[in-house]
T-cell receptor
């Protein structure tokens, strides 16, 4: 079963706009990671945020984590056509090295 | 350094057959995880190996098995294939310092 649920399931925006995806999870975590997957390919790690961090930046990516609400958001600024992909959050529950993935958000950037 | 390598990339089997998939992790990574990805169920954790020992196991039937060798290479086996086993099987090795997973391109299995 999925630990995380992404919202929305699908998102289409114009190139240049910002895209925001949300992830909710169920149990206490050590850290939360975001991954990108281009169609039918392997996943690529984007960013990791630890449970004691609230915000993290990497290039055009901004991730926030609210452990009290058990939720995280991924913001992609100034979107590009190459950002078209599925985005997954993944968590490792405290005391368990297993990484569990959410259901994913399918992002489409319209040129 | 080389990434995670999975073989074969594509394969077609018929019901009742068995299949073995192979994964070579990034050099120095000792943990290898396997995931099944289908449109209906998303990414489902199969198992994780660390230093030749299964450390975690997902909720899959006993037809799904795996192993890890002393060089950290891993294999997974599915016996008595069913139509529902058609999926993309992804292998990932873990950077022990950061917890980041590095994925291979996957093995796409079609069961007819």
């Amino acid at each position: 079963s999925q630990q995380g649920e992404e919202d929305p399931q699908a998102l289409s925006i114009q190139e240049g706009e910002n895209a925001t995806m949300n992830c909710s999870y169920k149990t206490s975590i050590n850290n939360l990671q975001w991954y990108r997957q281009n169609s039918g390919r392997g996943l690529v790690h984007l960013i990791l945020i630890r449970s004691n961090e609230r915000e993290k930046h990497s290039g055009r990516l901004r991730v926030t984590l609210d452990t009290s609400k058990k939720s995280s958001s991924l913001l992609i600024t100034a979107s590009r056509a190459a950002d078209t992909a599925s985005y997954f959050c993944a968590t490792d529950a405290s005391g368990n090295e297993k990484l569990t993935f959410g259901t994913g958000t399918r992002l489409t950037i319209i040129p | 350094k080389a990434g995670v390598t999975q073989t074969p990339r594509y394969l077609i089997k018929t019901r009742g057959q068995q299949v073995t998939l192979s994964c070579s992790p990034i050099s120095g990574h000792r943990s290898v995880s396997w995931y099944q990805q289908t449109p209906g169920q998303g990414l489902q954790f199969l198992f994780e190996y660390f230093s030749e020992t299964q450390r975690n196991k997902g909720n899959f039937p006993g037809r799904f098995s795996g192993r890890q060798f002393s060089n950290s290479r891993s294999e997974m086996n599915v016996s008595t294939l069913e139509l529902g086993d058609s999926a993309l099987y992804l292998c990932a090795s873990t950077d022990g310092n950061t917890g980041e997973l590095f994925f291979g391109e996957g093995s796409r299995l079609t069961v007819l």
